[in-house]
């Protein structure tokens, strides 16, 4: 054992605040209570399937499940939370975050402190979870720490489906380098963003296959590729495309043996296509496709992981040439979801908010505009049990066993109960800090603003 490194090596934290963190491992997070069991007395339940509200009912929560579920009053040693009538629904799931990089500049994510840098994503995830957001999809970064920091209790916030590192090539969407780094030294020294697990630059099969299989390694759920150009990258255009398709398919066997699956970058046809050709499950983004590449992906049950990217004005830390790739594929938007829902495909929400606290806040706001193209309960369910659906596909490497993005019996209870009607008014999540009253995930109770 005196080879392996230390949690505290691996992720780049001081030794120091190493030992203080581990030395609150054994307490939870202040804002945590922990009842045996809790018992919502008269709630309206939407369950995250169906767009009608139950009748008046009452929900048993015993440790990190939904016990039971029943019209009739249930009699149980539970603390008791008086619903009022008021709206029960499952915590909201975002298929697309960045936990590391939602706070830092681009410049500070890669230069800065990185004990400092893992605070504010501790923090940051704390704010996430106060918005509703019990789960995300992390689609690129080092948060396999912070998962665990989550999970063991340390920090308050959301259950976290890691990628792990971005996986691209040389110049891809990912590709953090400067000119001054290249020219890149094959089996050289690791750059600056590849040592922080940021992203991995990998020009071969081989290559593809070594980084994927060491995310899996460090525990990702999914392996994440970026197929063609993207917005937030320096030297990656849009409309390139990047990996081969034996290199995409070296990510999909590595992916596969270990019976979990890849997701992947890409807005164009050319990007989309080939990575379906190789096995991808899941497109993120795809806002430049064309009928033809939406027609496959419904053909094929590929997956749309996409965002309702409709304002640059909140894009502050980008630059003007990531602002203008930015608005070229906010011009896409309307046509990503026009498709989406003429051919049937399988669609998830995210919002890949980088490097702006600002936009952040807004996580509730960008899930509320899905009722431009969505009905308020279309919206709701896609945010609930079909992001679940998606989550599920990560198979035995799923942390979370059970299921998520329901209010059934047998459920994990990631839990919100709402000051009103989201179905008639889905504004009210906009605002989670008035409006979402109760917060719960895993039977552990975050925020309680009822009387008591």
Avoid at 72 to 94: E, K, S, Y
Avoid at 213 to 234: C, D, F, N, W, Y
Avoid at 408 to 423: T, Y
Wanted: charged letters at 20%; hydrophobic letters at 45%; proline letters at 6%.
């Amino acid at each position: 054992m005196s080879g392996l490194r230390k949690p505290a090596e691996i992720f780049g934290i001081p030794a120091v605040l190493a030992s203080i963190v581990m030395s609150l491992a054994a307490s939870p997070p202040a804002q945590a209570q922990q009842s045996p069991a809790v018992l919502f007395q008269n709630v309206r339940i939407f369950d995250g399937k169906n767009g009608a509200l139950s009748a008046p009912s009452n929900v048993l929560v015993r440790n990190n499940k939904i016990e039971r579920i029943s019209a009739a009053a249930i009699t149980a040693d539970a603390q008791v939370v008086n619903g009022g009538g008021r709206v029960l629904m499952p915590g909201l799931i975002d298929a697309h975050w960045h936990a590391m990089l939602v706070r830092p500049t681009p410049v500070s994510a890669l230069t800065g402190d990185v004990g400092y840098n893992n605070l504010l994503a501790a923090a940051e995830a704390t704010s996430t979870l106060m918005r509703g957001f019990t789960t995300i999809r992390d689609l690129g970064g080092p948060t396999f720490g912070l998962k665990q920091a989550i999970d063991e209790g340390l920090v308050a916030g959301p259950r976290i489906y890691p990628s792990g590192a971005v996986i691209t090539v040389t110049s891809g969407h990912g590709d953090f380098r400067q000119l001054s780094d290249l020219p890149r030294t094959i089996g050289g020294m690791l750059s600056r963003m590849e040592k922080l697990g940021a992203s991995m630059v990998a020009d071969s099969p081989d290559e593809v296959r070594l980084r994927a299989r060491e995310q899996l390694m460090q525990g990702a759920t999914q392996i994440k590729l970026t197929a063609g150009g993207g917005v937030a990258s320096p030297f990656s255009p849009l409309d390139v495309s990047t990996f081969t398709e034996p290199e995409l398919r070296a990510a999909v066997e590595a992916a596969e043996n270990w019976g979990t699956y890849v997701a992947a970058h890409a807005y164009t046809p050319v990007s989309i296509q080939r990575s379906i050709a190789a096995g991808v499950k899941c497109t993120e983004h795809g806002h430049l496709m064309d009928d033809a590449t939406a027609r496959l992906m419904a053909e094929k049950g590929i997956w749309l992981s996409t965002q309702p990217f409709l304002d640059v004005s909140a894009a502050s830390g980008l630059g003007p040439a990531e602002q203008a790739k930015l608005r070229q594929v906010v011009t896409g938007t309307d046509t990503v979801y026009a498709l989406a829902k003429k051919y049937g495909i399988k669609t998830a929400f995210g919002t890949d908010v980088l490097f702006s606290q600002a936009l952040a806040e807004r996580q509730g706001a960008m899930l509320a505009s899905l009722t431009r193209w969505y009905t308020p309960a279309e919206t709701l369910i896609m945010a609930t049990s079909t992001n679940a659906e998606l989550l599920g596909l990560s198979g035995k490497r799923n942390p979370y066993p059970g299921k998520l993005g329901v209010v059934e019996e047998g459920a994990l209870a990631d839990l919100l109960l709402v000051a009103g009607n989201p179905i008639d008014n889905i504004k009210l999540i906009e605002d989670p800090a008035k409006n979402f009253l109760l917060i719960m995930k895993a039977g552990k109770i975050y925020k309680n603003l009822l009387p008591r």
